[in-house]
């Protein structure tokens, strides 16, 4: 799986890029450059790198959100538009669905792909920063963001504005890679991560370092536990995630009181 | 509920079973058509033993969407055992099985009902996709086989059952016929009513012995 979206704060002006130390206000743009790379084929990319799994991650999400006919449904480093497509039946035509991305070659791409599929009708396109959410305060009524918070340079500063536009009683769903539970397995899945992971990046998207980048970023993103106080201390309330593939991935899920 | 298993192979298994299910209505439109109608009814099955469940929504084009996970009030809850599912699931007559089973049915039963009055009505036009993937010509000839193959095959396991049933029924003697047991029973009955009636004879009899032995004495 990739991800996509914005980069990590450390209350100092350094912040991680995978395994690296660089300044906080050059990862948006290095970021960006793993995902101008990989936006192409970042769809054909993700089958093959989950085989497929990261469309049950996704359908399992879309039934944590709960999401009614007519509400306003906010996708951060939302992409190509696979959970905007989704979301955008389940609103239906009364409903309205924000996908929203920092970086413009995704949401091309996403932007593309829906008009294809003739889903545009009730899906808006919104090129922004998840930590400066351009929406008015309780707007929203489910935010998603799959993949992407790993990638945001503050993550508090990102959670308290999804908090800000969400509606009292709405809720932010963080889909994002974790940590294994088994010991057995967090070996395998490092082996496949920084050996197997970057060669396919190679081959299929003729780009091994974008994809080390995917595999380090996912090891220094805070695990479950760790993202569920974050939520909490944002403001969040009733604050639970699910692990699945037996912890490789967790959605979190929090409530606007 | 599903807590004890990992959403993503639920999410599997489902999306793999909402597949086969819309595959399968897809081919039988006029099911599809009447599913339309029951938009946005939601069932819940709870199974026990193994504890799993799965909510199945009816959506407005007529197909089903399974769900591991869903927060809102299902029309009708059906609940009970594997066993008890797999019964009704191969049962010959659903609502007799279902009426003696072992299933809770919590809700209003009446979604049940005419879901299970359109898969019983449900009939799957094999020829379409078989046209789409073979030609009319061949496409059409390999349907009636099939038909015919269902047919025989349908046609086949109730010659079987039935012939089964006259085997051990007359050839063998193994088993009574129905009529022959049920005239057993009311002789068996009516045996023990008269077993009864000649009890309280005797009882009385034994009673008035005794009071004339007293009188005599």
């Keep these: 799986m990739t991800d996509h979206g914005q980069s990590e704060d450390t209350g100092t002006d350094t912040t991680d890029f995978g395994f690296k130390r660089v300044k906080s206000e050059e990862k948006a743009s290095l970021v960006r450059g793993v995902f101008d790379s990989v936006a192409a084929r970042y769809d054909l990319m993700n089958d093959l790198m989950s085989a497929g799994v990261h469309r049950l991650w996704k359908r399992f999400t879309i039934e944590l959100s709960a999401v009614r006919p007519g509400q306003t449904v906010l996708d951060i480093a939302g992409g190509t538009g696979d959970l905007a497509e989704r979301f955008s039946r389940l609103v239906g035509p009364q409903g309205q669905v924000i996908l929203a991305d920092i970086n413009a070659a995704m949401l091309e791409v996403g932007r593309d792909r829906l008009i294809d599929r003739g889903a545009l009708s009730n899906i808006d396109v919104v090129q922004c920063d998840a930590q400066y959410l351009p929406f008015p305060d309780n707007s929203i009524d489910c935010i998603t963001i799959a993949f992407g918070l790993r990638n945001v340079t503050d993550k508090a500063l990102a959670m308290r504005a999804m908090l800000r536009v969400l509606r009292p009683g709405g809720r932010l769903l963080v889909l994002e890679f974790s940590k294994p539970t088994s010991r057995l397995l967090a070996k395998a899945y490092d082996a496949y991560s920084f050996k197997l992971l970057p060669f396919m990046g190679r081959i299929v998207a003729n780009d091994a370092e974008s994809y080390r980048y995917l595999a380090e970023s996912i090891r220094k993103h805070p695990d479950q536990d760790t993202l569920l106080e974050m939520l909490e201390d944002s403001g969040f309330v009733d604050c639970q995630y699910h692990n699945m593939t037996g912890g490789i991935v967790a959605v979190h899920r929090g409530i606007k009181a | ?217």
Excluded at chain 2, 49 to 55: I, W
Excluded at chain 2, 134 to 150: C, P, S
């Design chain 2, 1 to 217: 509920m599903n807590n004890q298993h990992d959403p993503a192979i639920l999410s599997g298994a489902f999306a793999g079973l909402e597949a086969a299910v819309n595959r399968a209505l897809m081919l039988a439109p006029a099911s599809a058509k009447d599913l339309a109608e029951m938009a946005g009814t939601m069932i819940a099955i709870e199974c026990t033993a193994p504890k799993l469940e799965v909510f199945i929504t009816i959506e407005p084009s007529g197909l089903l969407h399974f769900a591991g996970y869903n927060e809102n009030q299902p029309a009708t809850r059906m609940r009970g055992a594997l066993k008890h599912f797999i019964e009704l699931a191969t049962a010959e007559d659903p609502a007799a099985t279902l009426i003696n089973s072992d299933l809770e049915i919590l809700g209003n039963s009446a979604p049940l009902i005419a879901l299970q009055q359109i898969i019983t009505r449900m009939d799957v036009d094999w020829e379409a996709p078989l046209v789409d993937v073979l030609g009319d010509v061949a496409g059409h000839q390999m349907a009636q086989l099939l038909r015919g193959v269902f047919g025989w095959g349908g046609q086949a396991a109730k010659s079987l059952r039935r012939q089964l049933s006259e085997f051990i029924l007359e050839e063998g003697r193994l088993s009574p016929p129905a009529a022959e047991l049920e005239h057993f029973y009311s002789e068996v009955q009516a045996l023990g009513l008269r077993v009864d009636r000649l009890q309280s004879r005797l009882q009385r009899l034994s009673k008035r012995i005794s009071q004339h032995m007293q009188v005599q004495k």
